[in-house]
C-alpha cells in the first residue's frame, strides 16, 4: 500500500471541534437489521466478501427465474419480473418496486441462491483495475 | 458462489456496474449533478441506516442507536456497452452518524459538492472520505453565476490536501458535470497506477 501520506494525517478544520472521527462506527452486517423487517443475514454458506450485494450490483433473470416465475409471490415474483428485460441494479429494483433496499438485498440474495437471478458486480479490487478505469474514462469523456 | 463477475474481461458476460458518490451539504445540488449526466431521471431509494448518537447532533445521549429509513437519489449512465457508471447522491439527512459505509463501499470515489457560501457544510462529508481514504475532488457548485470565493480561497478554508482537486462546476450542465467526474476519475487512475505499478523513489 503506497498511499498518500497526507490522506492519513487528520486535519482539523474551523468550526468543528470534536472528540473523535465522525466516521461511522463500523458495523458488521451479522448484527445489522434493516427496519427490524429482517436481519440481513444474506452471507449464510457464501464468504462475506463475495456474497455481499451491493446498491449497486446488477441482477438479471435466468432462464431457471423466467420459468419459475408464475410460481413465486411477492416481491419474489416482481423483482425476478423486473430482471427479466435486462439487468437492473438492486437500487433501482429498490425505486422500481418502492421496497427499501435492505429488503431487495435480501429477497435478491435469496433468488440468486436458487439460480433464479444471475448477478454482475465489479470486482472487489476495481479501484486497482487500471484497465476498467482507462476505459471508463474514455467512455466519460465520450459523453 | 461468486456474486463477483469474473473474467470481467469479456462484454458477453454481461455488465459491470461502477460507483461513485455526489456528498455535500442540503441544497448544494447533488441530485441537480446526478441528473445532469444520467440517462434516465433521478431515481429514489430508501434504505435503513444505523445512526449512534455521535458528533455534532449529539445531544449528550453517547452511545444511542437508532435505525432511520433515508431516502437517496441516483442515476445511471451507460458508459460504454459493458461499463455501467451509477451516481449516488448521499443521503438528505446531514448528519454523519448515520452509516454511510454501505453506500460508499466498493465505491471508486466522491465529488464532495460545495457551495462557496456555505462551505462549512461539507466539513462531514470530507472528514468521512478523508478518515476513509476514499479519493474524492472537491468541486464547487457556482450555481450558474460566479462563486463568492476564488478556488485558492476554498482550498485553503476547507484545509485539503494537495493531492485532492479543488475545481469549479455548474451542477446544471452535463459538460460541467462530465468534467468533474473526469477529474475524480484522473484521481481514481492515479491511484490505480500507483498502487498496481512497481514503486518508484519519489
New interface residues.
Partial sequence: MTLDPDATVPLVRPFIARERPLAPVTSDHSHGTDNGVRAYAITGGRSHASGHLEFETMLRATGTGSDAVQALKFERAEIVRRCEAGALSVAELSAALRIPIGVVRVVAADLLGEGLLEAFQASEHVADDVLLITRLIAGVRAL | ??????P?NHSE???????IVVAGGFGVGKTTFVAA?SDISP??????M?S?G???DNRGEVGTKT?T?VAMD?G??A??DT????L?GTPGQER????????V??A?GAVVLVDSRRI?DS??A???F????VPFVVAINRFGGQTAHTLDEVRE???????VPVVSTDARG?AAV?DT??SL??V??L??????GP?LPD
Fill in positions: 458462489m461468486s456474486v463477483r463477475s469474473e470481467r458476460s454481461g455488465p459491470i456496474p461502477v460507483k449526466i431515481l429514489t431509494t430508501e434504505a435503513a444505523t449512534y455521535e458528533g455534532v435505525t429509513t441516483f445511471r449512465v458508459v460504454d461499463i455501467v457508471l451509477y449516488f454523519f452518524g448515520f452509516m454511510w459505509n454501505d453506500l463501499r466498493g471508486l462549512e466539513f462531514p470530507l472528514d468521512y478523508e478518515s476513509r481514504g478554508a476547507l484545509s485539503v490536501g494537495d493531492h452535463r462530465r467526474v473526469l476519475l484522473d481514481v487512475l491511484r490505480a497506477v500507483a498502487r498496481s514503486r
